[in-house]
C-alpha cells in the first residue's frame, strides 16, 4: 500500500511501494526506505518524515497490502497542515470491497466534532457516498447503484472545487449521481482530524476488504488526469 500527497500542481512528492517521502524537486532515482523505528511493513507512510502513522490496528496479507476485517481495523494518519486543501482536493483510491463500510474519514472518533472533511462510503449496493460537512451541514453527492461492485477492484478520484459540486469518478468516467446537494464555499473548510482509512470507531461502518492505494492531491484533477491515472491501474489490478 502507499499513500500519497501531492502537494503541488507540477507533483512535487515522489512515492514507492511502501515509503512515502517529501521532495522539493523530482529525485533523479528510486526513493529507498532507510531502517527506522519500524519494520519494512509497517514503514507504509511517512509524509512528515516521521513514525507517527499508526498501522498498528491493520493486518497485512502475505503481499504486504492491508486487509480490513470490517471490525476495528484502520489506518491513522495524523493532522498535519499537508492534509489542508482549501482550493481544492481529489482523493484517489483503489478499494476491493467484501462489505459495506467507510473508505476514509477525515474526522475523530469523537462523533460530537467529527464534521467530516471529507468521508468516502462505499454501499452494499455498490454506490459511494462523497461527503464533505460544511458548517455543520453535508454537502454529499451519492453515486448509481452498482457503478464498485463487492469482490473486485474499482478505482474511484473524489473532487472537491470551491463553488462546485463534488464529483465522482468510476474507473476514470463520471459517475451518474441519484443526489447532488449543494455547492463548496470559497475556501473549502478543513478540520484539524486525521484521516482515518478504514473507518472510524463511533459509528459502527468498519470498511471489509483491501485498499492497496489512496492518494490525496491538494488541486481538482482535470479527467483526463484521471483517465491516465486511472490506465495505471487498469491492469495492474485487473479492472
Known amino acids: 500500500m502507499y499513500i500519497y500527497v501531492d502537494y503541488a500542481i507540477q507533483g512535487e512528492g515522489i512515492y514507492t511501494n511502501f515509503i512515502i517521502t517529501e521532495h522539493g524537486t523530482l529525485p533523479t532515482g528510486p526513493v529507498l526506505y532507510t531502517s527506522g523505528t519500524r519494520s519494512d511493513t509497517a514503514s507504509l507512510i511517512d509524509l512528515k518524515k516521521t513514525s507517527s502513522i499508526d498501522v498498528g490496528n491493520v493486518d497485512f496479507d502475505s503481499t504486504g497490502q492491508p486487509e480490513f476485517d470490517g471490525s476495528d481495523a484502520y489506518i491513522n494518519v495524523p493532522y498535519s497542515s499537508v492534509l489542508d486543501t482549501p482550493v481544492g482536493a481529489t482523493y484517489e483510491v483503489v478499494f476491493y470491497p467484501t462489505s459495506q463500510g467507510e473508505i476514509l474519514s477525515r474526522g475523530t472518533s469523537d462523533s460530537s466534532t467529527s464534521p467530516d472533511n471529507p468521508r468516502i462510503y462505499w454501499g452494499s449496493n455498490g454506490s459511494i457516498y462523497f461527503d464533505w460537512s460544511v458548517s455543520g451541514q453535508d454537502t454529499y453527492v451519492v453515486t448509481s447503484a452498482a457503478d464498485c461492485p463487492a469482490n473486485q477492484y474499482s478505482y474511484i478520484a473524489c473532487t472537491a472545487l470551491p463553488g462546485q459540486q463534488l464529483r465522482v469518478y468510476v474507473n476514470g468516467v463520471e ?65
Open 175 to 239: 459517475a451518474t449521481y441519484t443526489s447532488n446537494v449543494q455547492t463548496l464555499p470559497t475556501p473549502i473548510p478543513n478540520t484539524n482530524h486525521p484521516i482515518v482509512i478504514g473507518g472510524v470507531s463511533w459509528i459502527p461502518r468498519y470498511f471489509t476488504g483491501k485498499i492497496p492505494v489512496v492518494k490525496l492531491h491538494k488541486r481538482a484533477l482535470t479527467l483526463s488526469e484521471i483517465k491516465q491515472n486511472f490506465k495505471a491501474y487498469k491492469y495492474r489490478f485487473n479492472i
